[in-house]
């Protein structure tokens, strides 16, 4: 039975390492703030985005770093600690989607990237009421690798499987992958300096686009 999107409220997990840990494959540019600043900037962008997203209720962040953590609360974000031995990325994902369930049984859970500057709420919304037609649903990252989203319906465990080629392990995991145009701002994730240059080019949140002054967007590919 066809569920309406509009009917379903998420709660977002969104991990994120310490800041002195983050981004370690992006360059430092003459303008441009540290690392640590540019994944905060990021961070605080995308959970902006996604508290203003009206299929969204709650974003629950798990962090260990105290300064990260202050300030995504001060947006209206929900902190958790990750758990000592939490087994890296996809153990921190998995407590955060067990807390939530804890508390709110019948909730529906996704994973969200820390790292999704130019997140638009509009975009966000239209991924999360595709989801909302299975059980679990994933949406690619913009290089077709790794995975920005992963989405659980109620009562459905969230299973993540990120890091590296993320892409095929949730497939083959039975998460239906989500296939709609026009969500870029959902897909691109910012590793690499191109990368950051690409959600430049789609539009980044006021606290990247000041992190990354200096950097111009990605030329726009000849016609």
């Keep these: 039975m066809r569920r309406e999107g509009a009917d379903v409220v998420w709660t977002l997990v969104v991990p994120l390492k310490p800041l002195a840990l983050a981004k370690s494959r ?7 703030a540290p690392r640590p600043a540019l ?14 997203c009206r299929a969204v209720r709650d974003v629950v962040v798990v962090t260990d770093d105290p300064v990260a953590g202050a300030e995504l609360g001060a947006l209206g974000a929900l902190v958790l600690s990750e ?8 153990g921190a994902l998995a407590h955060g989607a067990r807390t939530v369930r804890h508390s709110a049984p019948g909730s529906a859970v996704a994973t969200l990237n820390a790292d999704l500057p130019a997140l638009r709420p509009v975009e966000l919304g239209r991924v999360l009421d595709s989801a909302v037609e299975f059980p679990r649903a994933f949406l ?26 993320s892409r095929a392990r949730h497939r083959a995991s039975g998460a239906r992958e ?16 191109e990368d950051l240059r690409a959600a430049l080019a789609l539009g980044v949140g006021p606290r990247t686009a000041a992190a990354a002054e200096g950097l111009a967007p990605r030329p726009a590919p000849a016609d």
């Design 178 to 193: 989500i296939e709609l145009a026009g969500v870029d701002s959902v897909r691109q994730d910012v590793d690499t300096e």
């Design 26 to 32: 992006l360059g430092r540019g003459p303008g441009r």
């Design 39 to 52: 994944a905060l900037a990021f961070a605080l962008d995308t959970v902006a985005a996604a508290l203003a």
């Design 83 to 90: 758990p000592t031995g939490a087994g890296g990325l996809n």
């Design 140 to 165: 690619a990252d913009a290089a077709g690798i790794g995975t920005t989203l992963l989405a659980a319906a109620p009562g459905t465990e969230l299973a993540p499987a990120f890091e590296g080629r």
